[in-house]
């Protein structure tokens, strides 16, 4: 069946790089998006691509797509403390199928 | 340009009571689909409205039901609470019935003792 999955756990350093990846199995999915969760609260929408791309620039924020591997992956530039949360991918056609998140920790 | 929007943020039910949760969707907006993520998951399909129809349904029983209303907005009801469905219910919405972008509201978080 569908499916999502992600590594559950990224720490890096303030200033440095992070790369959250992503393997899913739906290929009918029109968009795939990536969320962010803080504690106790809602899904913010961060970024999406569409899946005729293979990568999209947003800011600090670069989505690549691998659709041959079925591989997604988020970079957050120059990391600050405000990005620590769990980030879920997802993708779908007209529902979302969720990865379990990966929980960013952002050290000094 | 509000949001998703849901009510109640919090609140707290016994086993076997019945529960209603609410959403309107970003304005331009038609779909509305709900989602349940229990502690610690990533959020699970219930289902979706479009055009006050159940358009798709995830694999929940049929304790768990809906309505869309003529403004787009939604209910989501679950009768019979059992412990198990303590968690955060997401509402999110979409223009049409799939693709383009989906957005979601803060949550409502239920408990039930």
């Known amino acids: 069946g569908e499916d999502v999955e992600q590594s559950l756990f990224l720490s890096v350093r303030e200033g440095d790089s992070s790369v959250i990846n992503c393997t899913y199995t739906?290929?009918?999915?029109?968009?795939l998006y990536w969320y962010k969760q803080e504690p106790g609260a809602g899904l913010q929408l961060l970024t999406y691509?569409?899946?005729?791309?293979d990568m999209k620039q947003d800011q600090r924020l670069t989505v690549l797509l691998n659709k041959k591997d079925k591989h997604l992956s988020l970079r957050i530039a120059d990391t600050q403390t405000g990005d620590s949360a769990i980030y879920f991918c997802?993708?779908?056609?007209?529902?979302?199928?969720f990865g379990a998140g990966t929980r960013l920790a952002v050290h000094p | 340009d509000a949001g998703v929007t849901q009510s109640p943020t919090h609140l707290i039910k016994t086993r076997g009571q019945q529960v209603t949760l609410r959403c309107s969707p970003k304005?331009?907006?038609?779909?509305v689909s709900w989602y349940q993520q229990a502690l610690g998951q990533g959020p699970q399909f219930i289902f979706q409205?479009?055009?006050?129809?159940?358009?798709q349904r995830g694999n929940f029983p049929d304790r768990f039901s809906g309505h869309q209303f003529p403004n787009y907005s939604s209910e989501l009801n679950v009768n019979a609470l059992l412990l198990g469905d303590s968690a955060l219910y997401l509402c999110?919405?979409?223009?049409?019935?799939?693709?383009?972008?989906?957005?979601f509201g803060e949550g409502s978080w239920l408990t039930v003792v």
């Open positions: 997802a993708g779908g056609y007209n529902k979302l199928i």
């Open positions: 739906d290929s009918s999915s029109t968009y």
């Open positions: 691509i569409f899946s005729n791309m």
């Open positions: 304005s331009g907006h038609d779909t």
């Open positions: 409205y479009y055009e006050e129809e159940e358009r």
């Open positions: 999110a919405s979409n223009r049409g019935v799939a693709g383009n972008t989906i957005y």
